[in-house]
């Protein structure tokens, strides 16, 4: 094809650099960018963080007991699936962050529906959910983390009759405690309200006298 | 309660998703301009404090920005840095234990998992074939994946800058590779990317150097919290577009993500580079018009994306039709999902971040509507809307010149764009980097289902077509450099073949493309301008903008309808 003439005839100029040239500009780059990235950066952003805000910088652990054990962090879900306690999502991992996060069935898959049917069963041969004919959708469906803390207020609601009939507090007291426990939204409708159910159990200890 | 599952599936919190969109568009064009001046040299904001550091910099690497390369020189450099950087990270992974930061006790990787990992975090597409919680180090993450984190969306913006330097130059050269790595990282990459972590500490993520805390559990045992500096990691992943998480369920983990506010932040994080990218291409051409055509394509197909997705995802799933107990709570897929993002902004989040081929999830792909699935491969299938750092705007443009060289066979005039003519080289070069996307998908994909290795169990037609879709995810993805995962438990892809395969895939959609954009750069380099004639195409227009979306559209879908008829459109059919 003819394209238009090259602005010069003239012969290639030499190259920018020669072999030995990259290699130094190479290995000197990444030498550098390994002190910047590698320490530099995250031991200064951790510096800051440490003090902007120790209790997220450091996992927003949470404490219990007279000791001040560590009981867990209020952003990862663990088992509380005690008869007197708030239950959390259901987690295929047994909520061991080890193991990561584990993959659900494929949407259309039976055996997705089979494991719900069986999730449904188990929790209504706990506790009383007569008071709602169906169960809320997130507190038998597992997650994206198996780790989600949080709980909509309806299925933690729908709770309060299994655990007021394994503890001596009342329906209302309960209510109460959970309403309490609603984080809502910064700006209306900016996310959705949702209860931290280990916050909401942590709470609940001390008043069942554990 | 006749939504008892909340107000998840209430789209009344669209109106965030909206504003985070307007706040986008407001600030691209003038972010842009400031790409654009920072790899064109014009003075910019930062000057007074950068140019000296720079200037130390080049002069310890032995290089200045007056040493231009031409495009087979760049792209040797492009090689050099990406191949130490591949195996500096091979032998990291495969020796963590015996490396700092191992208080875990990861144990080292095998080799062909170290090749997959290495190959995965060099090119952008930070796959994981591992859990990081149990065979990652705090080092392997901290000191050997982060370099990857910053190398990476470095390379691709230079490259892009490079390539686009094109258009304005006559010299053949395409400027200096190592200052515009060094400048990517002082003037863009870490400045937003500790602004970023700080914000995110700020709304609860961990930024410390313990790895891990032992809790324990209310009802006994105990639980390993793994922390460390989570918020520096997550923020230059996502601004990045790496899209590598600290955990193994990335930006689903409430401990990378924890509230609805840093899911949004996350989102503008991944969409600020990206999104700019076509302004500072204007501002390099010095047109600022012709940027527009670019935006306006990235908009279309990013806003009809996402809306299909939230319509589908609000539909009900009918396979849960007949579980007794859950009644009208059907409706939709929150199965995989976190409760704390509401369906608007949790799904912006994944399908901005799979367009964006960042590939960060907040929500299990595989869990999602078959229909939200084929949205999310059609993104991986064009790349380039946005797609990934620099690299995404760059298939964009190799887009353009062949709808360009197309309209110009169609009108009988010698097509040309920006003063610069498209002869059959460069639309050779187009046409390859663009085909090599469809290959390198199909042809493993094949073989992995053909030969057997991918080892599927015949579990009825749903199942089989979820498994399918899983494995064409899988390459796709790899070759988009996107690093999304659709997995299912039934494929395992942490064999020996899925690692050599998936590498290999990954370092061909990374660098075939890159070659053939420095190429193409090269070709226009040594031109000298023509000056617009009455044949001339006008780019900065509605038309061109329509024309070039439809022909990125037809493209891609050409190269991989058949294929969906195998997995997603076949668990929509016959899985009901």
New interface residues.
Partial sequence: ?S?????SSAP?PP???SRA??????????V???L????A??????G???V??PY??????LH?GNNG?????A????????PY?FWE?PSPTD???????????????????AL??ET?AYM?AYGDYTV???????L????????????????VLVQIPRVSGNTSLSIPFLQNLVNQHITQ???P??????VDV?QL??AL?PLIGR | MDRPWGTTFDLSSLWDVIVLFAIVIAIAPFFGSYLGKVYSNRPAFGDTLLTPIENAVYRLLGTSPRRSMRAREYMWAVLLVNGVLLGFLYFWFTFQSSLPYDATGAPPMSWSLGFHSAASFTTNTDFTHFTNEAQMSMGSEMIAWQLALFVSPATGLAVAAAMIRGWIRKDGTLGNFYVDLTRSITRILLPLAIVGALLYVLMGVPETLTNFVTAHPITGGTQILYLGPVASFQSLSLLGTNGGGWYSANAASPLANPTALSNLWSIFLMMLIPFSTPFAFGQMIRKRGEAWPYFGTILIVVVVALTLFIAFQAASNPALATVPGLGVQTNGYPVGQEVRFSLPEGSMFQVVSVYGNVGANNMDIGALSPVAQIVLLFGMFTQSTPGGEGTGFGTLLLFAILAIFIAGLMVGRTPEYLGKKIGTAEVKYAALALLVHPAAILIPFGVAIVGGFANLPNAGIPANAHNFTSVLYEFTSESANNGSALSTAAFNDTTVFFNVAGAIVMLVGRFVPIWAMLQIGGLFSKQSEMPPGPGTLQTASVTFTIYLTLILIIISALFFLPVLALGPLAQITGGI
């Fill in positions: 094809m394209s238009p003439p090259p602005t290639v190259p920018a650099h040239g990259h290699v130094r500009a190479t290995v000197v780059f990444l550098l960018m390994v910047v990235s590698g320490f950066y995250p031991f200064l952003v951790v800051i963080a440490q902007i805000d997220a910088a450091n996992g927003s652990i219990y054990t560590i009981a867990g962090s952003l990862v879900a663990q088992n509380t699936s005690a306690l999502r909520y061991n962050t080890t193991l990561g996060a584990v993959t659900p069935y494929g949407p259309t898959d039976p055996a997705l529906a719900l049917n449904i209504k709602n004919a169906t169960l809320p959708f997130w038998v469906s597992q997650s994206a983390s198996s780790i989600d803390p949080d709980l909509t207020p309806e299925a939204p910064p700006v409708d900016l996310g959705v309200p949702y280990l159990d942590l200890l």
